[in-house]
């Protein structure tokens, strides 16, 4: 069963799966993929043409723009960011030069980070909170600071380890 809170607004031409919930004030917007099971939480905007997999959660007050791609298990935190162009200027239109970005399985974006566009995060990496992302994440890599840097290694769980879990 989907449920979508009465606030919230799913446009046309999207497709959410089954034990998915939308709260409160919250948009989804037109050809959005959505899978199983995710959490779409209050004040969040789900743009054109995103897809989300099975299992995603996003937290309050969080915008994911066209171009962003989250596979399976992505948790996105409170007020993290998203950009989608490098070089913005209101008036100049760029919607032609979104660029895309991707999250892969079980990465986790903590709170009020900022992901950077044209960049992808590794399976299971762990971007700490308030970190400013501006490259490729290797696979369970630890990210903190800005311009976030890796300081070491998570295993699936988000556990620091000594070593690449990848590597095993």
Excluded at 36 to 59: H, M, Y
Excluded at 65 to 76: H, M
Excluded at 102 to 117: E, P, Q
Aim: aromatic share 6%.
């Amino acid at each position: 069963m989907i449920k979508i809170h009465p606030s919230a607004f799913v446009d046309e031409g999207c497709t959410i799966g089954d034990g998915t919930t939308v709260w409160h004030f919250s948009h989804v917007m037109k050809d959005c993929t959505i899978g199983e099971g995710c959490n779409i939480g209050q004040n969040v905007v789900v743009s054109p043409g995103v897809k989300l997999g099975r299992g995603c959660k996003i937290q309050n007050n969080v915008s994911v723009y066209t171009g962003v791609e989250c596979e399976d298990d992505v948790f996105l935190g409170p007020s993290m960011v998203f950009t989608n162009v490098i070089n913005p200027r209101a008036f100049i239109s760029r919607k032609d030069e979104f660029r895309r970005t991707l999250l892969k399985k079980g990465c986790s974006v903590g709170a009020n980070a900022t992901i950077v566009c044209g960049h992808t995060l590794g399976e299971y990496c762990l971007i700490g909170a308030g970190s400013v992302v501006t490259k490729d994440v290797p696979a369970y890599a630890l990210m903190v600071g800005n311009p976030a840097r890796q300081i070491g290694w998570v295993d699936k769980e988000g556990n620091r380890v000594d070593h690449c879990p990848a590597e095993e």
